[in-house]
């Protein structure tokens, strides 16, 4: 009875000492919801100006092929690792699109979140693609 009791109580502390490290949850949820109205008009802007890029992703790499020149930042999130995460800032045309090498992302879900600049205007674009 002693040993159940103090596998019991082991469980529970465990279970609180590893409760604030949940990588579903992003650490400024709010701040994000808050900002909702903001993104939803970037993502619209990038349908309405015909600007969104194409994302095409196979075993040896992602590429992101803009419709015009642009500045960007990619940030990669990969649901179920926080640690997997990644970010990507650069330059890119329609005539040198954006390549990176599919073993920099585990295979498995992936959520890209791409802001980029063309023409001086802000656009924000975000997928979600299950890696090979």
């Known amino acids: 009875m002693g040993l159940f009791m103090a596998f019991i109580i082991a469980m529970s502390v465990k279970m609180f000492m590893i409760a604030g490290e949940d ?4 650490k400024n949820y709010y701040e994000k919801g808050l900002a909702y ?20 992703a196979d075993e040896k790499r992602l590429i992101i092929r803009f419709t015009s020149a642009a500045s960007y930042k990619l940030i990669c999130k990969r649901p179920s690792d926080s ?3 990644r ?11 954006l390549i990176l090498p599919g073993d ?3 295979a498995g879900p ?3 979140h791409l802001e980029f600049t063309s023409n001086g205007k ?11």
């Not at 109205?37 to 095409?56: E, G, M, R, T």
């Open 23 to 26: 990588d579903l949850i992003e």
């Open 83 to 85: 640690k997997l995460d």
């Open 122 to 132: 802000p656009y924000l674009v975000e997928r979600e693609i299950n890696m090979l």
């Open 104 to 106: 920099a992302f585990k």
């Open 37 to 56: 109205d903001q993104d939803y008009n970037l993502q619209q802007d990038a349908i309405n100006d015909s600007v969104v890029p194409v994302f095409k």
């Open 87 to 97: 970010i990507f800032t650069g330059y890119a045309d329609e005539n040198d699109p």
């Open 110 to 112: 992936w959520k890209f």
